[in-house]
């Protein structure tokens, strides 16, 4: 069992940026990738990045290659997010979930996070 809880958000300005960390309990951390996805008003939610078990391997959105990254410290149980160049359009709950792949697919994660407010003024 693995409880994951994000923090970070917040209202920023346009072009500004913010870092995102989920944290996990649990001594196997290291087991799981872990995403992170987005859901706006109503919209459905939407993949947004994800990493690798080891950390070797990232994937990302075509909508956040290049501003967004994200990261893992497994001595730390935490995987970040950070996010630069921010755009009204990435306001939305960010979630962070683990699985034992790092899909883009919601489906193909077994834990989830709460949920962080990130809202982008333009």
């Known amino acids: 069992q693995v409880q994951l809880v994000e923090s970070g958000g917040g209202l920023v300005q346009a072009g500004g940026s913010l870092r995102l960390s989920c944290a996990a309990s649990?001594?196997?951390?290291?087991?799981?990738?872990v995403g992170w996805f987005r859901q706006a008003p109503g919209k459905e939610r939407e993949f947004v990045t994800t990493?690798?078990?080891?950390?070797?391997?990232?994937y990302y959105a075509d909508s956040v290659k290049g501003r967004f990254t994200i990261s893992r410290d497994n001595a730390k149980n935490t995987v970040y997010l950070q996010m630069n160049s921010l755009k009204p359009e990435d306001t939305a709950v960010y979630y962070c979930?683990?699985?034992?792949?790092?899909?883009?697919?919601?489906?193909?994660?077994?834990?989830w996070g709460q949920g962080t407010q990130v809202t982008v003024s333009s």
């Open positions: 649990g001594r196997t951390f290291n087991s799981y990738a």
């Open positions: 979930a683990g699985g034992f792949s790092a899909s883009t697919t919601a489906d193909d994660y077994r834990y």
């Open positions: 990493i690798s078990r080891s950390g070797s391997s990232t």
